[in-house]
């Protein structure tokens, strides 16, 4: 997050400022100082907000006025995509001019939701879209069903990343947690989009879903995979990636895996028994096939980390899939780092490491992180 948030400092400033000159009457100076005073102390995504202020103070109060501008901006930008491109991130200097939309627009959606669509392509759209499909769904889903046609891929990809259930970093769109279904039939006319953009998208929109409704998305999926192309098959298997983690029987099944796999894992073998934060732990196991038949293996790995509250909590993580021949045996090896990431804060003391075939548990052991 720390090399992230320096995507919005000076080049991010000078960018917004060189391209709002050429379309109206800019005050740079302004918002320079605007957007300095006092950034160096943001997060990102404070940092965004910080900049939203300075652009308001900077372009017309009439908000139309305003989306006129912003409607100009796309050619401009892209003509100084080259001199910037240099720069951490430098994607992210649209951020806050797309956010700046749900902000002072939302009192504007059919100028707004014109604007997001023209401007989505230079950084996504897909945060500032969500304010408005909260206060206007059945608006936004009339649009929708045009932009799913759109021959821009960015504002395809719009509609299946907008409207995601639990898009990280994003507005919980709470409707469609508890009920989804006003959002299948876009993500049905994507499902075979060529656009493997729009389809990562609608992967991890069925991934979001999987999360409470596992049922749900395993329909979906058979529904799907039946007269599948080679697109969609790719998309399937992506958006089952949870219920695989998760041990869905139904998704080993429907994505080809051995239905109830005949192999028997040997002793798992820790390199340690005890580990230090930073560094990492080994760990080998054989498996051995007892069946006569090939059989199809997913392999995962599961660890049950220590909490601050003293109770641990369990993370799947892909070791690979596999195919094991008649009576074979195969020697598996892995390592997985304890170095501290962003992501997560490690707590001393006892965790446990479990290895998975086909969703199953088939040996576990434990040791101590201090």
Known sequence: MEAMKL????????????SFAQITDFDQLKFEQLSLNGLEQLELKDRVLHF???LNQCLPQDFEQTAAILLKLPPI?????????????PMFAAWPIIDYVAVYGLNHPDISLNVLKTLTPLFSAEFAIRPFIQRYPQLCLSYFNHWVKDDSEHVRRLV???TRPLLPWGIRLTQFVDDPTPNLALLNALKADPSLYVRR????????????????????????????????????KHACRGLIKAGHSEAFKLLGFTDNPQVKLSQLELSQNTIKT???LSFNFSINSESAQTQQLVIDYKLYFMRANGKQNGKVFKLKNLTIQPEQSLNINKSHSFKPVTTRKYYPGEHKLEI???GVVMQMAEFELV
């Open 7 to 18: 995507g919005l400092s000076k080049p991010a400033i000078d960018r917004i400022n060189q």
């Open 52 to 54: 939203i202020g300075a």
């Open 77 to 89: 930008w892209q003509q100084t995509a080259e001199q910037y491109q240099d720069s951490i991130h």
């Open 160 to 162: 299946s990343e907008g």
């Open 201 to 236: 998208s609608v992967a991890n929109h069925l991934n979001d879903i999987a999360k409470h409704d596992s049922d749900l998305v395993m329909q979906i999926c058979s529904d799907w995979y039946q007269n599948a192309d080679e697109n969609t098959l790719w998309l399937i």
């Open 278 to 280: 930073g560094e990492s």
């Open 356 to 358: 998975m075939v086909n």
